[in-house]
């Protein structure tokens, strides 16, 4: 795994075109699936052909 394989909650929503409400209520919903998270707070961390994989589903935003 490469760092740029990894991107931060802030890059995936730039990716999806989505908030971050929307982000977290797709992880919740079982959409999109974080690969990790920091310190316990909601800096969640993602592995972008997850979120490539989530781009190109039809899901409705928040």
């Excluded at 990894?6 to 079982?30: F, K, M, N």
């Excluded at 969640?44 to 994989?53: I, S």
Aim: aromatic share 12%.
């Amino acid at each position: 795994m490469r760092p740029e394989d990894i991107v931060s909650t802030q890059e995936a929503c730039r990716l999806l075109e989505i908030t971050r409400p929307t982000i977290y209520s797709w992880i919740a919903q079982g959409k999109l699936k974080p690969w990790g998270q920091l310190g316990g707070h909601e800096a969640w961390f993602f592995l972008r052909n997850e979120v490539l994989k989530a781009k190109g589903k039809k899901y409705q935003r928040v």
